[in-house]
């Protein structure tokens, strides 16, 4: 019953330093999501893969990379972290992006300090 | 793009009350979803609505669409410790060209008192 998973659960990274953040939905969903979750500012999309092979921006993707590894996989990479990426991360996938009655499942999310 | 309103903001009620949060948009909804979000875990799906007037219920907790599609309301009958957390409301707005995107609000954190 994995549904969406993500990892790790928790980081601590020094500014400057960089880190992927993993994430892997067996519910053979076309299109993933990456978003992050601020006091304050609700959840903004970062970035999205609408199907296998394709990757756009969201609201906010500025100092992120994603990359679609496969159907299953998605990933989040900081490739020189920032204060301002302190925050919660989460990865979600649904069956077909830009469609309503689009549901989207949120794996548990990664809490990321950087200091 | 599309702003949804949650209210309240926050709530606090003693156990056994029932309440009700209101998610509102300028916009028409097309599809409406709402979540829950325990503190440090991740966003449960609760309900999806799509049509005016269509209501959805999951054991003690029902939503609604209203009937011009601008505004939902989850209610919580009998409210106990298990349904404290974070609700928010996700909708669909069309963006052109048969496309739709999905925004969220900002949350209401439910606190229920034993």
């Known amino acids: 019953n994995a549904g969406v998973t993500q990892t790790p659960k928790f980081q601590v990274l020094k500014t400057g330093q960089s880190m992927t953040l993993q994430c892997a939905q067996d519910?053979?969903?076309?299109?993933m999501y990456w978003y992050r979750q601020d006091p304050g500012m609700g959840l903004r999309l970062i970035y999205y893969?609408?199907?296998?092979?394709?990757?756009d921006k969201g609201e906010v993707p500025n100092g992120y990379n994603v990359s679609r590894l496969n159907k299953r996989e998605f990933s989040l990479r900081l490739e020189s972290a920032a204060p301002s990426q302190t925050s919660v991360y989460f990865c979600?996938?649904?069956?077909?992006?830009?469609?309503?009655?689009?549901?989207?499942?949120f794996g548990e999310g990664s809490w990321l300090t950087v200091v | 793009s599309q702003e949804l309103e949650q209210s309240p903001q926050s709530l606090i009620v003693q156990e056994g009350k029932n309440l009700t949060i209101n998610c509102t948009s300028s916009?028409?909804?097309?599809?409406l979803y709402w979540y829950k979000q325990k503190y440090g875990e991740g966003l449960i799906f609760l309900m999806m609505?799509?049509?005016?007037?269509e209501e959805k219920s999951h054991e003690k907790i029902t939503a609604k669409l209203d009937e011009k599609k601008q505004q939902s309301s989850l209610h919580i009958t009998a409210s106990q410790p298990s349904h404290a957390g974070i609700y928010l409301c996700?909708?669909?707005?069309?963006?052109?060209?048969?496309?739709?995107?999905?925004?969220f609000g900002k949350g209401t954190k439910l606190s229920v008192i034993p």
């Open positions: 609505l799509q049509k005016g007037g």
């Open positions: 979600a996938s649904s069956v077909a992006q830009g469609h309503s009655g689009n549901t989207i499942y």
């Open positions: 916009k028409t909804l097309y599809g």
């Open positions: 519910m053979n969903h076309n299109s």
């Open positions: 996700g909708a669909d707005s069309y963006s052109g060209a048969g496309s739709y995107q999905l925004t």
């Open positions: 893969s609408a199907s296998e092979g394709t990757t």
